[in-house]
């Protein structure tokens, strides 16, 4: 089992909609949980982070964390043609001396 | 505040040659990672540095891949011999400090892409 899972896509939305990206993970103990967005031939830059169980928005943006489910996800509202992106999931692994691990992304496309 | 600086961007060699990656971390961020990110794929941590100490290298090849951090602010990350497998971009990322968590908040430069003939 992977460390960090995401579903790779293409995930299809529409301009508009919601977009919904989800990351699963393994380390129980993990506190700390970040998306980054990366468009095609850049670097990573981070969106959010959360740490806490619930919901935590900003703007558009609303990460939702569910420690015992092992699960964490992203939803864009209003999706825009500019959010089309690869988006990240990132968890710090503490049975690996805290080690920031990336999901292998997902894919988003949103149409005009 | 000037971000994370790498260099060079863009490296294509043959096999078995050798190369080097530099980066230099924004002003004042003691932790410096070295990140692999294969085409399709998540970025890897390579290596991690607080400071110019290493706090994590399970995942460096250490027959072929090297790195070092003089003096706690730049680093330089070199292969050699570079194989196949080794294209791919090396991100270079650092942080301030421990963030809330236990872990860093994360800031990448714009990364080194490797083609290996």
């Known amino acids: 089992q992977k460390e960090v899972e995401q579903n790779s896509g293409p995930l299809s939305v529409p301009e508009g909609a919601i977009a919904s990206l989800n990351c699963t993970y393994s380390d129980r103990g993990s506190q700390s949980f970040f998306w980054y967005r990366q468009y095609s031939g850049k670097s990573p830059e981070l969106i959010m982070s959360i740490y806490s169980n619930g919901d935590k928005e900003d703007g558009r943006f609303t990460a939702q964390l569910n420690k015992a489910s092992q699960y964490v996800s992203l939803l864009i509202r209003d999706s825009q043609p500019s959010d089309s992106a690869t988006y990240l999931c990132a968890v710090n692994i503490r049975n690996a001396g805290n080690m920031l691990t990336f999901g292998g992304g997902t894919r988003l496309m949103v149409k005009p | 505040e000037a971000g994370v600086a790498q260099s060079p961007r863009y490296k294509i060699i043959e096999k078995r040659q050798s190369v080097a990656f530099w980066c230099n971390p924004i002003?004042?961020?003691?932790?410096l990672y070295w990140y692999q990110q294969i085409l399709g794929q998540g970025p890897k941590l390579l290596i991690q540095?607080?400071?110019?100490?290493?706090?994590?290298d399970s995942q460096l090849p250490k027959d072929r891949f090297s790195a070092e951090r003089l003096k706690g602010v730049d680093s330089t990350l070199k292969i050699q011999p570079a194989k196949l497998e080794d294209s791919a971009v090396y991100l270079c990322?650092?942080?301030?400090?421990?963030?809330?968590?236990?872990?860093?908040?994360?800031?990448f430069g714009a990364g080194s892409r490797l083609t290996v003939l």
């Open positions: 002003s004042g961020h003691a932790t």
């Open positions: 540095f607080q400071n110019n100490g290493v706090v994590d």
């Open positions: 990322a650092s942080s301030l400090g421990r963030g809330q968590g236990g872990a860093n908040v994360l800031t």
